[in-house]
Nanobody
Framework: VQLQAFGGGLVQAGDSLRLSCAAS????????LGWFRQAPGKEREFVSA????????WYGDSVKGRLTISRDNAKNTVYLQMNSLKIEDTAVYYC?????????????????WGQGTQVTVSS
């Protein structure tokens, strides 16, 4: 599967932004999907993940209550709605996919990655 993330940009603290990640292929619904982010000088950090059906979701502690992941299997797209953005949310955001995952919060569990989209939150 090929992934392409988009929707990033420059926003102010407190604003909202929605990221999208479009996938190619006809087996989109068989993949667990995740979002990770990486700020300069920091390791890649788990943000959120969603199960194949969308019935299960997971969030990193730093984003709980502010970000919402969803997916539309008919459109081969996963979304990340980000509200109440903070300066510390500034990072490159990556979407990832895998069809067999033991630990959804681990970047090493995902075989497929998008190219990343920059999110910059200013004060």
């Amino acid at each position: 599967v090929q992934l392409q993330a988009f929707g990033g940009g420059l926003v102010q603290a407190g604003d909202s932004l929605r990221l999208s990640c479009a996938a190619s292929g006809r087996t989109f619904s068989s993949y667990v999907l995740g979002w990770f982010r990486q700020a300069p000088g920091k390791e890649r950090e788990f943000v959120s993940a969603i199960s194949r059906s969308g019935g299960g979701t997971w969030y990193g502690d730093s984003v709980k209550g502010r970000l919402t992941i969803s997916r539309d299997n008919a459109k081969n797209t996963v979304y990340l709605q980000m509200n109440s953005l903070k300066i510390e949310d500034t990072a490159v955001y990556y979407c990832a996919a895998d069809d067999m995952i033991a630990q959804v919060t681990s970047a090493r569990a995902y075989d497929y990655w998008g190219q990343g989209t920059q999110v910059t939150v200013s004060s």
